[in-house]
């Protein structure tokens, strides 16, 4: 068998007591556990991208990517396992106590792993309390900064058939939804109002709650309820969100809620709820983005479609609302972040600053950008969403004629190289990857970069909209049209709406539509005046419909924006990966007396 060495996040997990619970009931006791498997453990596993190595009867040893994922996914099985067992007595509870280490493993052909890694994590597992999770100091290292729980260092410990004694830490979870418990029981116990109040991520938190069926019709339930689970699904793909299992936001299920206080006791910055209502043949979805901490409506829409398959408009409502979700919450966090004491920002505040820098579109506010970009990444040196920024900023700055491509591109690649390791499962490393293959001229990597970055993220407006690109600059301009309807349809009021104008242009451009390349480039321009680009698809796609006056008028701007920018400046900066698209960019802008 070949092996290959690695340093892997691992979890081993098994059941408290599992040989006595078997012995009062076997059959109900397997048939629990089976159902535990397959509606929390494995899907819950899945969303924090673990691969189940091996099971070991009642439990299992798990592979993640990192600390960070497998402590989430413990906390999250273990807060989700307090639910299960109310009502039942001591003998009727299942009970996991896991462990985790962060070590060196080999891997074996067949997908097994073997090593000091699995051993410790086993270890780890054998001495934890039920319901607990103990940490190898390996491990701790890793999330001691990003998760805010109650950890107890239990100091040196000697573990089983391991020769060096390991300091280990222990988190009693369980704790958040025990609360909520207690609060509805009418308990007013102290501890459980202190275990309410969580520190808040260091990304955006968001929960999502039961939609409320208003439509009298009891199947109408299972619609709302699996609209609500399908968007904790999707974006629990999103590795920019910590989101909130929905074992424990489906405890508010029927009840009159406060947002505001249930923001505080799960923890989060951010709260969706919504409502489904059918009326005849049609069924009414609404749904709500709300600020945790104010109670102020960051973003609300409504849909209305007609009942023909109810599965598929499920899937359709779904995908559309996390589609809006994902911009609307970059907007709320850039607001979030100006507001904040600029020796407090973290680095995730940072990046949002640089975005928000980097949609002015000036020389001044992107290098500007390039600076926060670089003061995420000293801060978190392995924040994959801040190299692929900086990536993308550094090429885009290239393009704009103010840096040299060929130091760009260099800069560029050892960015997305870096972010990619980092993070191969963030979506915005293949944008960023699509931006180095354009000014490399290599399009056909970068459609495969784009379907990547879908691929991680199928609500990705974003990501549709450079797949646009990408096919509009590799000669495929009519098909890049769906690709762009899809993302505004997925973000129809996206902060940077502008930048799909403008990718509409350069599709109709290619196909040699210029009187509709105009018209988009004016509406880009329309949304943000300051971004040269549009100008110059504006300037030569008037000139090629043989509008000389409107040509001549849109080159001032353009002029007036770049002065040294000549016939050979955009020859070179031209997006297209074929020579006679950039040819014909060219030669527009030439007829409308731009300079060699």
């Not at 809620?257 to 979805?285: F, H, P, Q, T």
């Not at 600020?291 to 559309?320: K, M, S």
């Not at 008037?542 to 050979?568: I, M, W």
Request: glycine share 6%.
């Amino acid at each position: 068998m070949s092996q290959n060495r690695k340093l892997a996040a691992i979890l081993a997990a098994d059941v408290v007591g599992f040989s006595r619970l078997a012995h009062g009931d076997e059959d109900r006791t397997l048939a629990r556990l089976r159902a535990l498997r397959s509606d929390l453990i494995d899907p819950t596993i899945s969303v924090h991208n673990g691969r189940v190595v091996k099971r070991t009867g009642d439990g299992a040893i798990v592979e993640f990517r990192s600390v960070v994922d497998a402590v989430r996914c413990a906390i999250e099985i273990q807060d989700a396992m307090v639910i299960r067992n109310a009502g039942l007595n001591s003998e009727q509870r299942i009970e996991f106590r896991v462990g985790i280490h962060l070590g060196d493993v080999v891997e074996e052909s067949d997908g097994d792993l073997m090593g000091d890694g699995v051993n410790i994590a086993s270890r780890l597992e054998g001495v934890a309390e039920p319901g607990t999770i103990c940490l190898s100091e390996d491990a701790y290292r890793q999330v001691k900064a990003r998760l805010d729980f109650a950890v107890s260092d239990l100091g040196e410990t000697r573990l089983k058939n391991i020769a060096e004694p390991l300091r280990v830490y222990s988190m009693k979870v369980g704790t958040v939804v025990a609360a909520s418990a207690a609060s509805q029981s009418g308990a007013t116990d102290a501890t459980a109002s202190a275990a309410a109040t969580l520190a808040l991520p260091d990304k955006p938190s968001i929960a999502v709650l039961p939609f409320t069926n208003m439509s009298g019709d009891p199947e109408q339930e299972y619609f709302a309820d699996g609209i609500a689970e399908d968007i904790i699904t999707s974006l629990s793909r999103l590795s920019g969100f910590f989101v909130i299992a929905r074992n424990s936001t489906f405890t508010f299920k029927g009840q009159a809620v406060d947002v505001k206080s249930i923001a505080r006791e799960l923890g989060v910055r951010y709260v969706v709820e919504g409502s489904v209502r059918k009326a005849g043949n049609r069924v009414r979805v609404t749904a709500q983005l709300i600020e945790g901490a104010t109670g102020n409506h960051v973003w609300a829409e409504r849909y209305d479609r007609e009942l023909v398959d109810i599965f598929e408009i499920q899937d359709e409502i779904t995908e559309t609302i996390v589609g809006e979700i994902e911009p609307q919450l970059q907007v709320a966090e850039i607001i979030r972040s100006q507001r904040q004491i600029p020796d407090s920002l973290d680095a995730w505040d940072l990046v949002m600053q640089a975005i928000d820098r980097l949609s002015r579109y000036t020389e001044t506010d992107s290098r500007a950008a390039i600076d926060l970009l670089d003061r995420a990444i000293e801060i978190d040196p392995g924040y994959a969403r801040a190299h692929a920024h900086k990536a993308w900023l550094t090429i885009w700055r290239a393009f704009q004629g103010w840096d040299p491509m060929g130091e760009a591109i260099t800069t560029a690649e050892d960015s997305v190289a870096k972010a990619r390791q980092s993070d191969a499962g963030e979506p915005w490393v293949y944008v960023a990857r699509i931006m180095v293959c354009m000014a490399t001229k290599n399009g056909d990597e970068a459609v495969t970069a784009a379907r990547k970055a879908i691929e991680l993220n199928p609500n990705f407006a974003y990501g549709y909209s450079f797949l646009g690109v990408a096919l509009a600059s590799s000669g495929a301009g009519e098909a890049a049209i769906p690709e762009l309807d899809h993302a505004l349809r997925l973000s129809p009021r996206d902060f940077l709406r502008d930048e799909f104008e403008l990718f509409y242009a350069f599709a109709h451009f290619q196909v040699g539509e210029y009187e509709k390349a105009a018209h988009f480039a004016a509406s880009a321009i329309s949304l943000r005046p300051g971004h040269a680009v549009p100008h110059r698809f504006l300037t030569a796609s008037y000139a090629l419909a043989g509008d000389q006056e409107r040509a001549q008028k849109a080159l001032a701007n353009v002029v007036a924006l770049n002065p040294d920018f000549d016939l050979s400046s955009a020859a070179e900066q031209s997006i297209y990966v074929n020579d006679e698209d950039s040819a014909r960019l060219v030669d527009g802008l030439r007829k409308a007396g731009l300079p060699e």
